[in-house]
């Protein structure tokens, strides 16, 4: 069964460094999603993206934060200068968007470690 | 007022037992509603969507959606020690989904 991929699983890095979380969505879907949570709390929207651009971003999306699809199958969150609050699990999700089918289906998620 | 609500839990049932979920939801919600398993330390897998009123059964899962009262149900039939996870609730559409901070749920064996 396809599945949505994500790499690296963890991620550490120094505060102020830039980090490039990679998925690969599954192949005949159209709609790619990055989500976060924060260890103990709720999962967090944070951009959406259909036919090369942003269809939604949230509050959290701040310009630190940038979406790229750089190629056929990869979907990449770059986040410019790492903050400590940045720390939390990040989620890729695709979706099929075929008649009314909005299921997203996430990855296994990146955790990413700020220090 | 926050967009997906799960006020219930964390909900302990014996095995073999019915385990039921809850979940409110706001104006700012769009129609389309989701429940996504969560084991400790791992991803959100969907278990079932559900986008009319009523209810919809897959397996020993039913979900049932009540429009006009804002309301989201889940209910576990013959819980197995396996269904011990967190459930979350998630109401969205095709940009984004809201979710609830879900329901722990473990089964007794």
């Known amino acids: 069964e396809p599945e949505v991929t994500q790499t690296p699983s963890h991620q550490v890095t120094q505060m102020g460094q830039e980090v490039i979380l990679r998925c690969v969505p599954i192949s005949n879907h159209l709609y790619f999603y990055w989500y976060r949570q924060i260890l103990g709390q709720k999962v967090e929207f944070l951009v959406s993206f259909y036919n090369n651009e942003i269809s939604e971003k949230s509050e959290i999306f701040d310009d630190q934060f940038s979406v790229e699809r750089p190629d056929g199958s990869n979907f990449t969150l770059k986040i410019r200068s790492t903050k400590l609050e940045d720390s939390a699990m990040y989620f890729c999700?695709?979706?099929?968007?075929?008649?009314?089918?909005?299921?997203?289906?996430f990855g296994p998620g990146t955790r990413l470690t700020v220090t | 007022q926050k967009e997906v609500e799960q006020n219930s839990g964390p909900l302990s049932v014996p095995e073999g037992a019915i385990a039921s979920l809850n979940c409110t939801y706001s104006d700012r919600v769009s129609q389309s509603f989701f429940w996504y398993r969560q084991y400790s330390g791992k991803s959100p897998e969907l278990i079932m969507s559900?986008?009319?009123?009523g209810d919809k059964e897959d397996g020993r899962f039913t979900a049932q959606l009540n429009k006009a009262s804002q309301y989201v149900s889940l209910l576990i039939r013959d819980s197995q020690p396996s269904d011990s996870a967190t459930y979350l609730c998630a109401g969205g559409d095709d940009y984004k989904l809201s979710f609830g901070a879900g329901t722990t749920v473990t089964v007794r064996a």
């Open positions: 559900i986008y009319s009123n």
């Open positions: 999700a695709s979706s099929p968007f075929l008649g009314g089918d909005y299921e997203q289906y």
